[in-house]
């Protein structure tokens, strides 16, 4: 068994060719990844079927997310961005609480390893999205 179908199943998602590439995909970049840049890769660049693929392809990125190896963040461009989890990192909440940066020159999204507290909900409250971005400029494009 490989490192990445082991991470795989540890999440309850059971391992497929497709799966596999998405995790690997995902976790080899630096930022987040784009919807599109996604869908380039796995859906519009693939030889075989593409309707079929397609929803698969949807349908894989949805387990990710509900099985939480893979988190979602809106940074305002108006496309949805991914990135992989801290799989050792999950609060009371169920999900990986922490910030992201959005550089609004090269417009990459990355996650921050600044936790927020888990005490900044009040009692009684649900959480039910997290969306927290700070924006400005990367070490790059400061340096430019
Ligand atoms: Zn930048
Ligand atoms: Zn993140």
Same mark, same amino acid.
């Given at each position: ?8 199943? $540890?999440?309850?998602?059971?391992? *497929?060719?497709m799966?596999? $590439?998405?995790? /690997?995909?995902?976790?080899? /970049? ?14 519009? !660049?693939?030889e %075989? ?5 397609r *929803? *698969?392809f ?7 997310e #509900? ?6 963040? !809106? #940074?305002? %461009?108006?496309?949805? $961005? ?7 990192l999950?609060? $009371? ?10 550089? %609004? #020159? @090269? +417009?990459? %999204?990355? @996650? ?10 009040? #009692? ?12 400005? +400029? @990367?070490?790059? @494009?400061?340096?430019?």
């Open positions: 068994m490989t490192k990445t179908e082991k991470i795989l199943l $540890k999440r309850g998602i059971r391992p *497929t060719q799966r596999s $590439k998405i995790y /690997k995909f995902l976790k080899r /970049k630096q930022s987040a990844v784009s919807l599109s840049d996604l869908k380039k890769a796995f859906v519009q !660049n693939s %075989t079927n593409k309707t079929a693929n *929803t *698969t949807y349908r894989n990125l949805k387990i990710f #509900d099985k939480g190896l893979i988190h979602q963040i !809106n #940074d305002g %461009t108006g496309m949805a $961005k991914f990135a992989v989890s801290d799989e050792n999950k609060s $009371k909440y169920g999900t990986d609480l922490h910030m992201h940066f959005h550089c %609004t #020159d @090269c +417009r990459k %999204t990355i @996650c921050l390893p600044n936790r927020i507290s888990e005490e900044s909900l009040p #009692d009684d409250y649900e959480l039910s999205d997290v969306n927290l971005v700070l924006k400005g +400029r @990367c070490e790059k @494009c400061r340096q430019k």
